[in-house]
């Protein structure tokens, strides 16, 4: 995303530069935030204490590195972090009974010249790939109801069905979708439970 001049800008201290990057990355960053954390000025916070850290590191860029990469990392074992302080429990799992190897998996960092797929972007992507594999109804129901936002009556009305109809639809696919996800990623419990929320 950022060539190496805009990095070399960086790594001199050019602020227009870093205001550049912050305008063009910080919605990302906070959307990205959101996948683990519900509280908003926690999510604020974490990106803003993240770009901040990026500043007072900026003399140790590497211009051969994507600066992305680096960010979203960045911003990810903050979160970790601020889940694992908090004690959050989500049911009978905690980010505690995680092991050593499943946090590494959490952690890993993908600096190199490769362009691959964040784990964001894996993650949003198995997510539409599990809607899609739904049943057409019930597909119809979730995106209707939990993806645009609907009215679980005014799309009962429109499908013919019970509102009872409907909850169970939602139900059945946030279970079918949730069972998909955590064979893909089985350490990211915390995570899936909130896209499903």
């Given at each position: 995303m950022f060539?190496?001049?805009?990095?070399s800008e960086l790594k001199k201290g050019n602020p227009a530069v870093f205001r550049e990057v912050f305008r063009l990355l910080y919605p990302r960053l906070k959307g990205y935030c959101k996948l683990f954390i519900s509280d908003e000025s926690e999510v604020e916070d974490i990106v803003q204490e993240s770009f901040l850290t990026f500043w007072?590191?900026?003399?140790?860029i590497n211009t051969g590195k994507r600066i992305e990469s680096l960010l979203f990392v960045m911003v990810r074992n903050r979160c970790l972090n601020?889940?694992?302080?908090s004690r959050l429990d989500w049911g009978?799992?905690?980010?505690?009974n995680l092991d050593v190897q499943e946090l590494q998996y959490l952690y890993q960092l993908d600096l190199n010249e490769k362009e691959e797929k964040s784990l964001e972007e894996m993650l949003v992507l198995s997510f539409r790939e599990a809607i899609n594999n739904l049943p057409d109804k019930m597909k119809t129901v979730f995106v209707q109801c939990k993806l645009e936002g609907r009215k679980q009556k005014e799309v009962a009305e429109?499908?013919?069905i019970s509102q009872k109809m409907i909850e169970k639809q939602i139900a059945k696919a946030k279970s079918q979708i949730r069972e998909q996800l955590m064979k893909q990623y089985p350490t990211l419990v915390v995570v899936v439970g909130m896209l499903l929320e």
């Open positions: 060539d190496v001049k805009t990095k007072e590191k900026h003399k140790s601020y889940l694992k302080s009978r799992i905690s980010l505690d429109e499908l013919g």
